[in-house]
Every structure is written in structure tokens, then in C-alpha cells.
């Protein structure tokens, strides 16, 4: 059993920032990719950042400059540092993990979901 907990979501102006975190725990013998995606009402959802095992990231068009993704393998948690927020920024953000466990299984695990909402 794996679980992913986000937090840091929120109600932030224009311009403003947002640090996300998503902790990870339950039965992990290590965790590959882990990422961010987003889904704004009506829309579908889509990945926003991604950083690999390794360190390497991905950012979509629409948030590269601005949001910067992070994570700690010892804490099994991964950061979305959220600068220079727009109105079109807003959406429900969901953590999203590739989690080899100790019998050597591969689950892919999503958060439950947090809200960032950008509005004066």
C-alpha cells in the first residue's frame, strides 16, 4: 500500500507563489519519476513538471521560468515551487508517482488532490 499527501495549495493574488509538497510512504523500495499535474475546471488534466530519479526535469511550455520542481529521495517527497502565478495557473494540482516496492512491483500512485486557485 502506497500513499501520496499533498499539501501547500491555497488562494494567492497574481504574481504571487505557491510551494507544493507531496510526501510519499507505505510499503516504497524506491521511486522513479515523480511529477505534477493539473487539471483546471472543464479542461483535461496535464502534466505540469516532472524530475526523474536522478534529478532530471520537464516542464511544460506554459509554466517553464516559473515553476520549478524538486524533490528529496530521502523524505520520498517532491516540491512544485510556483512563481509569478497567473489566473490561467489555476486548477486542481495532483501528485503523481512511479513506485518500485520491495517485491519488486511498479505502482503508479496519485495524490488526492490540492487546490490552487489565482484571483485578485
Known amino acids: 500500500q502506497v500513499q501520496l499527501v499533498e499539501s501547500g495549495g491555497g488562494l494567492v493574488q497574481p504574481g504571487g507563489s505557491l510551494r507544493l509538497s507531496c510526501a510519499a510512504s507505505?510499503?516504497?523500495?524506491?521511486?522513479?519519476?515523480m511529477g505534477w499535474y493539473r487539471q483546471a475546471p472543464g479542461k483535461q488534466r496535464e502534466l505540469a513538471a516532472m524530475i526523474s530519479s536522478g534529478g532530471g526535469t520537464y516542464y511544460a511550455d506554459s509554466v517553464k521560468g516559473r515553476f520549478t520542481i524538486s524533490r528529496d529521495n530521502a523524505k520520498n517527497t517532491v516540491y512544485l515551487q510556483m512563481n509569478s502565478l497567473k489566473p490561467e495557473d489555476t486548477a486542481v494540482y495532483y501528485c503523481n508517482a512511479d513506485i518500485l516496492t520491495p517485491g519488486r512491483a511498479y505502482i503508479n500512485s496519485w495524490g488526492q488532490g490540492t487546490q490552487v486557485t489565482v484571483s485578485s
Open positions: 507505505g510499503s516504497i523500495f524506491t521511486i522513479r519519476e
